[in-house]
C-alpha cells in the first residue's frame, strides 16, 4: 500500500511537456510541408497543403524562404534553412518599406535619363507586347528602338505594367498615349510593332504611334504552327 501511494507521488511530481499536442501536430504538418515542396521544386508545379488549424499555405518553386526562416530560426530547426540564410549568421534584410523607398528612388532617377536620351532622338520606334504569367496576371510593355549618334542600335524599356481591367483597344491606346505624353516623343514616333491579336492591331493600325508593322518572327510562328497543325485545341 505504501509503495502504491509512492509511486503515485512520483508519478505526479514527473515534468510535463510545456509543448501541447495541437503545437506538435501543426511543428509535424509544417515540416511535411517543407518536405513536400522540395520533392516538387524540381518540376516548378504550384503546391498546395492544408495545414491544421485551418490554415493553408501556398507556395510557388523555391519562395517558401520566410516560413523557412522561423521554423530554422525560432523552432532551431536549421536543416530546413536555405544555404544563403545559414553562411550569413545574423544577417538581416532591409525592411520592405526600405526596399519599396530605393526602388522608388531608382524608378524616378531611370525616368529622368530616359527622357534625357529621348529628347535628343529625331526617329523613335515601338514595339508593344501583352502576355500572361503562371499567376493568372497580365502585363503590357512599351519598348523605344533607335539610332544613337554613332549609329549604334539601342533598345530601352520605357513602359512597363500589370494590365487591369479590360484588353481592349480603349485600354491599350489609353497606355500607350500616357507613357508617349510623359516622355514627350509622340511626334517623334515613326512606327509601332506589335503581334497580330485582334485588340492591339485594333489599337495601333490608325497610325496615331506611326505605321503599323506586323511582328515578322510571330506571323512566321503563327505559319508554322498552323501550317503543320503543331497544337491541336481539343474541342468538347
Known amino acids: 500500500m505504501d509503495v502504491d501511494i509512492q509511486q503515485n ?15 506538435l501536430s501543426h511543428q509535424n504538418d509544417i515540416e511535411d510541408y517543407i518536405e513536400r515542396s522540395d520533392n516538387e521544386s524540381s518540376g516548378g508545379n504550384r503546391s498546395l497543403s492544408t495545414i491544421s488549424r485551418d490554415n493553408t499555405y501556398k507556395a510557388y518553386n523555391r519562395v517558401d ?13 536549421e536543416q530546413y534553412l536555405f544555404e544563403s540564410q545559414k553562411t550569413i549568421p545574423g544577417y538581416v534584410g532591409p ?11 531608382l524608378y524616378n532617377k531611370y525616368r529622368k535619363e530616359l527622357k534625357c536620351i529621348l529628347m535628343e ?21 512599351l519598348t ?13 524599356v520605357i513602359g512597363f505594367r500589370q494590365f487591369m481591367g479590360p484588353h481592349d483597344a480603349v485600354q491599350i491606346i489609353r497606355y500607350i498615349n500616357y507613357e508617349i505624353d510623359r516622355l514627350e516623343i509622340r511626334y ?15 489599337a495601333t493600325q490608325n497610325n496615331d504611334f506611326g505605321v503599323r508593322i506586323g511582328c515578322y ?3 512566321i510562328n503563327l505559319i508554322i504552327s498552323q501550317g503543320l497543325d503543331l497544337w491541336k485545341k481539343n474541342l468538347y
Open 9 to 23: 507521488n512520483l508519478s505526479s511530481k514527473q515534468p510535463q511537456s510545456s509543448i501541447s499536442p495541437d503545437h
Open 65 to 77: 524562404a520566410n516560413l523557412r526562416k522561423h521554423i530554422g530560426k525560432t523552432h532551431k530547426m
Open 95 to 105: 525592411h520592405r518599406k526600405t526596399v519599396a523607398r530605393r526602388l522608388r528612388l
Open 121 to 141: 532622338l529625331n526617329d523613335i520606334s515601338l514595339t508593344t507586347d501583352i502576355w500572361q504569367n503562371s499567376c493568372q496576371s497580365y502585363f503590357i510593355v
Open 144 to 156: 523605344a528602338h533607335f539610332y544613337e549618334k554613332d549609329y549604334r542600335y539601342t533598345s530601352l
Open 188 to 202: 517623334k514616333l515613326r512606327s509601332i510593332t506589335t503581334d497580330n491579336g485582334v485588340n492591339i492591331k485594333s
Open 217 to 219: 518572327f510571330h506571323n
